[in-house]
């Protein structure tokens, strides 16, 4: 079974720029998650889509950053524009369904930074 | 509100030792999940356990094993005879009541030495 990709790998931008990442989850996973983990902390959740709604997105900066989910599958998260603080790597991850019981897994993330 | 606490920040051992990861956690609700999953250099998130908080027995698989105490809000994670290929960010994390997300601790570095 092929994992979450995430691409691309690195990202190295100035401020002020915009950036896209993007995300394809497990086949048939309905959640789908966006994660930012600055250096030496845990990751922190951006925001989660149920097929292509979004569910919760109360950590999003929503004044530079966007998400789509497409048709319920693939993601793009969005930065726009791009601040110094945003440097860290974005994890994306997927789960079969929402719920507490259903554990993520986890895409190699994109590990962004701002200069 | 819901916590996770990491106290060790870092903890390097040499191989063959064995190794405790601590895990504290704060929650209000009576029902909740709690995860460890291990981070390698190549970044990705690994999940290695959930358990729920009326399931308080340990859990043993291969090497590794976690004791869940209510009563002390821990969560402690142990690998036995440790690897160099151990040597990862292992975070724990908990999900609780009506939340929809994971909160995860600051996580541990784990390196071992050969």
């Known amino acids: 079974e092929a994992g979450v990709a995430q691409s691309p790998r690195y990202k190295i931008i100035e401020k002020r720029q915009s950036v896209a990442f993007w995300c394809n989850p497990i086949s048939g996973h309905a959640t789908l998650y966006w994660y930012q983990q600055i250096l030496g902390q845990g990751p922190k959740l951006l925001i989660q889509f149920q097929n292509n709604g979004v569910v919760d997105d109360s950590q999003l900066p929503k004044d530079r950053f966007s998400a789509e989910r497409l048709k319920g599958v693939d993601s793009t998260l969005k930065i726009q524009p791009a601040k110094l603080e945003d440097s860290a790597v974005y994890l994306c991850?997927?789960?079969?369904?929402?719920?507490?019981?259903?554990?993520?897994?986890f895409g190699p993330g994109t590990r962004l930074t701002v200069t | 509100a819901q916590k996770v606490t990491q106290a060790q920040t870092e903890i390097s051992v040499v191989e063959k030792e064995d190794v405790t990861l601590d895990c504290v956690y704060e929650t209000r609700d009576t029902t909740y999940y709690l995860f460890w999953y291990k981070q390698p250099p190549s970044g990705e998130l690994v999940f290695l356990i959930r358990?729920?908080?009326?399931?308080?027995q340990n859990e043993i698989s291969g090497r590794y094993s976690w004791n869940f105490q209510k009563s002390t809000s821990s969560f402690n994670f142990t690998i036995t005879a440790s690897q160099v290929v151990d040597s990862a960010v292992y975070f724990c994390?908990?999900?609780?009541?009506?939340?929809?997300?994971?909160?995860f601790g600051s996580g541990t570095q784990l390196t071992v030495l050969p």
């Open positions: 994390a908990l999900t609780s009541g009506s939340a929809r997300q994971l909160t």
């Open positions: 991850a997927s789960s079969l369904r929402s719920g507490r019981v259903y554990e993520q897994y």
């Open positions: 358990r729920n908080s009326f399931d308080e």
